[in-house]
């Protein structure tokens, strides 16, 4: 039995035009062009997706998406919201109402096509033949910053959280010597274990050595941390050592997350060819989209692996002096894999309680933003390390 889609737009050419598209594809369509039809229509039909347009006379896609969220019987449902509203806050506020995807008129119905299979395939149940063998075993995800001051140690700390709030058993590293501040957001303290295993040689250092330098924290989340001491940041150490540690980490994590910092040195150049997928954390500013793009060159010049690099915007404060989104993924030529919304407030008292964001307000927009993609990380972890799960 084909998935049933539902579309939401009060432009008829529109509704012909994709519904003809998802046809093509198998996809059994319902149309809806005003908000209250949509709603009566998702009640009714039980869709297996909605692709809903914001602007419409009798009610905006935004007010749709929100009632349909707070239904039991409908916010299970996936919407992608299909808008020609194009900044970031637009997109932002999608997200915010409860979208799992936005689309920006007009795409390329490839695009399109496939943006609903991976929602679609997102949303089927595991079998539990697929849930036999951890998928994510042995993989190492590297969260690296444009710049300094763009949230990159937020994104390292909250998606492997938000792993552990999943049932997952990852750790967490922080390779910032001298500006670690990982411990200090988790209630930990200063904390020693990276600078320690570094002076260690390279064929000292194994999974096992690790069981006295892993701080744990309250919730259960393990974690290799640097201190904020000045002093380690001078410490020296081979590249060996550095990728002994890593290894090791690997073997140990499900999966192992590295908090790279902002900075591309020799060391974490060759650290980052180890990550099988890698977070570059921008803000959606010319001179961090600037800084992105070179980034982005060398990380490919590496060819360290095709489909890897997700892109992460962070929004630090509001502003109406932004990129559009869509202008940040033109200049990178890289798809965006999510915005975060500002929530300076929120992540201070996470950091007084000593407690990741998403465990600390896990309902807040911004920790729904951090948890789906996680999610979103982890379906391509599943997917890289585990091929056709289904084979």
Not at 109 to 138: F, W
Not at 261 to 282: P, Y
Not at 286 to 301: D, F, K, Y
Not at 365 to 387: C, F, H, M, P, Y
Request: glycine content about 8%.
């Amino acid at each position: 039995m084909s998935e049933k889609i539902l579309i939401v737009d009060d432009d008829i050419d529109s509704l012909k035009l994709i519904g003809l598209m998802l046809q093509r594809h198998g996809y059994e369509v319902v149309a809806a062009n005003a908000g209250t039809q949509a709603i009566s229509k998702a009640n009714a039909e039980h869709p297996s997706l909605i692709i809903l347009d914001v602007m419409m006379p009798d009610m905006d896609g935004y007010e749709v998406c929100r009632r349909l969220r707070a239904n039991p019987d409908t916010r299970g449902i996936p919407i992608i919201m299909f808008t020609a509203k194009t900044l970031v806050d637009d997109k932002v506020a999608g997200f915010e109402a409860g979208a799992d995807d936005y689309l920006t008129k007009p795409t390329h119905p490839a695009e399109l096509a496939s943006r609903v299979k991976a929602i679609l395939a997102r949303n089927t149940p595991q079998t539990p033949q697929r849930k036999a063998e951890p998928a994510n075993k042995g993989m190492a995800i590297g969260v690296l910053g444009a710049k300094g001051g763009v949230g990159t140690t937020t994104i390292a700390l909250n998606i492997p959280a938000a792993f552990v709030l999943a049932g997952e058993n990852p750790v967490v590293a922080d390779f910032r010597l001298g500006s670690g501040s990982m411990g200090l957001l988790l209630g930990l303290g200063e904390s020693y274990g990276m600078s320690n295993m570094l002076q260690k040689p390279a064929a000292e250092i194994r999974p096992q050595a690790l069981d006295g330098e892993l701080a744990v924290h309250q919730s259960g989340l393990r974690a290799l941390l640097s201190s904020s001491r000045s002093k380690e940041a001078q410490l020296n150490y081979s590249i060996d050592s550095a990728l002994a540690v890593v290894r090791s980490l690997r073997a140990i994590g499900r999966p192992a997350f590295f908090d790279l910092g902002s900075s591309l040195t020799a060391t974490v150049s060759r650290i980052q060819r180890e990550m099988d997928q890698l977070i570059l954390v921008v803000e959606p500013s010319t001179v961090a989209v600037t800084m992105a793009r070179e980034l982005i060159h060398e990380l490919e010049s590496g060819n360290a692996g095709q489909g890897r690099l997700h892109i992460v915007v962070v929004n630090r404060a509001q502003s109406n002096v932004q990129t559009p989104w869509h202008e940040v993924e033109q200049a990178l030529g890289q798809e965006i894999r999510a915005i975060i919304s500002p929530a300076p407030d929120l992540v201070f008292q996470a950091a007084r309680a000593g407690m990741p964001l998403v465990m600390y307000q896990s309902n807040a927009v911004v920790s729904g933003q951090l948890i789906k993609l996680s999610e979103d990380i982890n379906t391509r972890v599943r997917s890289v390390a585990g091929g056709e799960l289904t084979r």
